[in-house]
Structure formats: structure tokens, C-alpha cells
């Protein structure tokens, strides 16, 4: 019975973590603020009650912003559901196909520059929400210093963020400030079934993109809230199926995409919770929430909101690691420095997938190491030869003049199909000049 009293405490700590960012997520990605409490409950409820994870909570994400509000932005609101309906059924067929395990496959550099990027276009995108006016740049500023001294204090297990969102509500309330807040309509109107007549090929790439970043945030977070505590590990091919019911179900409300979220996810681990009751629970009251009382988010103004994600941004941005990265290895450094300044500079996708080119032709280069030592009788090569190294390979060998060539090849752990050809044509070619070649180790 104890343990379900952890999981009541922990699924209230969590519900008050996920409100402020369900709906500040969903302002800034250009939908109405009750559907991103929508896909706060369907995360809650539905994928809290599926296998895979036990602790982890998901819901609408900081990381998943940007992508939808360019998506909104390029097809229109009524579009959402279709391509966050795609999205959860690419999700499904990839857990079914066990391809959970595959995403976690990916340099941790060009994971760190994702974040970072997306981290600074949500900060850049929200500051324009703080500075507009004096008054939203007070109440802004406020809420950050708010949520940061917060946590110092005896009681953070209640949400920073939460306590600044309440103060600073409350503030522009109490002195009625002329600032923009935000606007909510009614569920009957906002929900709605997906419209089939706006899918193209537009939307079906669109809904690809949202299924590999929202698969890779997931499979991330389940291996970060793996290490938080002792109890059941994540099946991540079941949880990738879990993540895809929740999207579909998402999508066929039209309301916005889900992650596993890690903040939500921490909240939860460190208040406590001991099974997945606590994650349903907070479903539950986000639930009762947006039914009951949606008024009150009428009176929260924007700025506020804008600020929580600037504050959410700067903790993606992750500055401190991206230093420690680029003090200890410099060419991961560059990798992660590419994907975000691309991912600021073009968008999300093309960020990406370079970052990922990058990474794979860096770790090419890595395991490619040639040495090639010329000897007194010949020359000798040890480590990688691969078509990478083949310049330096050709350029040793034309070094080489003496009559008789010994070519030792017994430290060459892998020789591809470029470097042996150039190697058989530089015997070929000494033999016809009138010298002798002795190779070793082939």
C-alpha cells in the first residue's frame, strides 16, 4: 500500500511539471493551449498503461517545437493530425520491426548538437515573447529568476516552473498589465478527426521527420531514466510501440505529437514513483483539468510561458557539456557545433542528417589509421588501409627506390578493395621497371 502512496504523491508532483509546459509547448508551436494538455493526457493515460517503460512520462515536447511549428506554419493546423497520425503508425511498424534498440546507435555529438540547436531556435524563437514590451520583459525575467531561486529552497519538490507561472500570473492580474495571454477555445471545436484531403508528399515527409526525432528523443530519454533508478529497465522495441498508439491517438484528435519527456520523467523518478500507476494518475488530472478548469489558462500571459521555454531552451542548449566536449575532443566538438549551427541556420532535418554524415565520415577517418614506415629494404604498413588513407599510401610508395622491395603487410588488419589494387599496381609496375618485390604477410 506504501508504494501506492509514493505513486499518488509523485503523479500530483509531475501533473504540476507537465501542465505549464503542455500548454507553453503548444502556444509556441502555433496550437490552441488545450491541445497540448490533450496530448499530455493521452501520454499520461494511454501510453502510461502500455509496456515498455515503467517510469518514464510522456507528453507534449520542447524538442518537438520547432519541428511543429514549421510544419504548422508550411501546412496548416488541419493537417497536424494527419501527419502526427503517420507518424505514430511509422513508430509502431519500426517497434514491431525491433528497431528500438537501433536508435540509440547514434554519436553522442551529433545527439548533444540536435539538442543544442533545437534548444537555441526555442530561445530564440520565444525571446521575441519577453522583450516586446517592459512589462512582458519584467514579467519574463521574473518567472526565470523565480524558477532558478525556486529550487534552493525547502520546498522544490513543488515545480519551480509552476511557482513562477502562479507568482507572475498572479502579478499581471493583481496590477491588470496590458499584456497578450493566452487564448483557449473549447475541446468540441479543437479536436477534431484528421483530414485525409491535405495528404501529399509534403506531409508524408513531414510525418517521417516527426517519427525518427520523436523515436530517438524517446529511446534518449528511456536510457537517461534507466540510470535514475533500480527498477524494471526499459523494453525499448515496446516502448517504441507504446510511443506510436500514443501518437496515432494523437493524431486522430489532431492535437500535437509526443516524446518521452525527461524532465517529466526526472520529476517523477526523484518524487518517488515506484510504478506506472504515478504516470496514469498524472494523465488523469491533466484530464480533469482541461475539463474543468480551462479558464484559468486564459489568464496566464504569454511572456511567462515565453520564458519557462527560454529557461526549457538554455537547458537543451546544455553549454556546460558543449564546452567539456569541445576542451576534450575537438573534431566531436565540431561535430556538434556543425549540427546546431545547421539546424539554426536551415532547420531540423538537414541539421541532422549533416551532423550524421559528419559523424560517420569522422569515425571512417578514426578507424582508418595507416602507418606506413619506409625501410631500409622496402616499406612496411600497419593499422586500416581504407580509400581514405590511399593518398598517403601512393605518396610513400613513390618514395620508394630501391632494387630490391620488401612490402611487409603483416600488421594490415583490414586492406579494402582500393588500396589493394593500388598496391598490386605498384607491384606490377616495379616488377616491369627490373625490380624484385617480396611481399609479406599476403
Known amino acids: 500500500m506504501k508504494k501506492y502512496w509514493a505513486d499518488l504523491g509523485a503523479s500530483v508532483v509531475v501533473f504540476l511539471v507537465a501542465l505549464p509546459l503542455c500548454v507553453g509547448v503548444a502556444v509556441a508551436s502555433g496550437v490552441p493551449a488545450e491541445l497540448g494538455i490533450v496530448t499530455g493526457v493521452v501520454g499520461g493515460i494511454v501510453v502510461g498503461m502500455l ?10 515536447a520542447a524538442g518537438l517545437t520547432v519541428l511543429v511549428a514549421d510544419a504548422v506554419a ?10 502526427v497520425l503517420g507518424a505514430g503508425l511509422l513508430q509502431v511498424a519500426l517497434g514491431l520491426a525491433r528497431c528500438g534498440r537501433w536508435f540509440r546507435a547514434i554519436s553522442p555529438s551529433v545527439v548533444q548538437g540536435m539538442l543544442a540547436g533545437i534548444g537555441l531556435v526555442l530561445i530564440f524563437g520565444q525571446l521575441k515573447h519577453v522583450v516586446v514590451s517592459p512589462v512582458a ?3 519574463g525575467v521574473l518567472t526565470v529568476v523565480i524558477m532558478l531561486l525556486w529550487q534552493r529552497t525547502p520546498l522544490s519538490l513543488v515545480p519551480g516552473m509552476l511557482v513562477g507561472v502562479v507568482v507572475c500570473t498572479g502579478i499581471a492580474v493583481l496590477f491588470g498589465s496590458e499584456v497578450a495571454r493566452i487564448e483557449v477555445g473549447t475541446l468540441s471545436t479543437d479536436v477534431h478527426l484528421p483530414d485525409f484531403s491535405l495528404l501529399d508528399t509534403g506531409v508524408v515527409g513531414t510525418a517521417v521527420v516527426f517519427a525518427l526525432v520523436a523515436s530517438a528523443e524517446s529511446m534518449f530519454s528511456a536510457a537517461a531514466v534507466d540510470r535514475m533508478h533500480d527498477g524494471p529497465r526499459t523494453q525499448y522495441n515496446r516502448e517504441l510501440v507504446a510511443q506510436g498508439v500514443g501518437n496515432s491517438i494523437c493524431g486522430l484528435l489532431g492535437a500535437l505529437p509526443m516524446t518521452a519527456v525527461i524532465v ?20 488523469v488530472w491533466l ?24 529557461h526549457a531552451g538554455w537547458k537543451l542548449l546544455g553549454l556546460k557539456q558543449v564546452v567539456t566536449l569541445w576542451r576534450t575532443d575537438k573534431p566531436e566538438g565540431a561535430v556538434l557545433v ?22 560517420v565520415v569522422k569515425t571512417a ?38 632494387e630490391h622491395v620488401r612490402m611487409d603487410l603483416s600488421g594490415v588488419r583490414h586492406l579494402d578493395q582500393a588500396c589493394g589494387q593500388a598496391i598490386d599496381q605498384w607491384v606490377d609496375q616495379s616488377r616491369r621497371a627490373g625490380r624484385t618485390v617480396e611481399l609479406v604477410g599476403r
Open 365 to 402: 577517418w578514426d578507424v582508418s589509421r595507416l602507418s606506413v614506415t619506409i625501410t631500409t629494404d622496402g616499406v612496411a604498413l600497419k593499422g586500416n588501409a581504407t580509400f581514405l588513407r590511399l593518398p598517403r599510401l601512393l605518396d610513400a610508395l613513390d618514395r620508394v627506390d630501391t
Open 338 to 359: 556543425l549540427t546546431a549551427g545547421l539546424i539554426v541556420a536551415t532547420d531540423l532535418l538537414t541539421g541532422t542528417l549533416v551532423g550524421l554524415l559528419a559523424a
Open 51 to 60: 509496456p515498455g517503460s515503467s517510469l518514464q512520462v510522456s507528453g507534449p
Open 137 to 139: 520583459m519584467a514579467l
Open 287 to 310: 484530464l480533469l483539468f482541461v475539463v474543468l478548469l480551462p479558464g484559468l489558462l486564459t489568464l496566464i500571459p504569454i511572456a511567462v510561458l515565453a520564458a519557462v521555454l527560454v
Open 264 to 283: 517529466r520523467s526526472a520529476a517523477n523518478v526523484q518524487a518517488g514513483a515506484r510504478t506506472k500507476a504515478s504516470r496514469v494518475l498524472h494523465g
Open 74 to 83: 508550411r501546412h496548416g493546423i488541419q493537417a497536424l493530425g494527419v501527419i
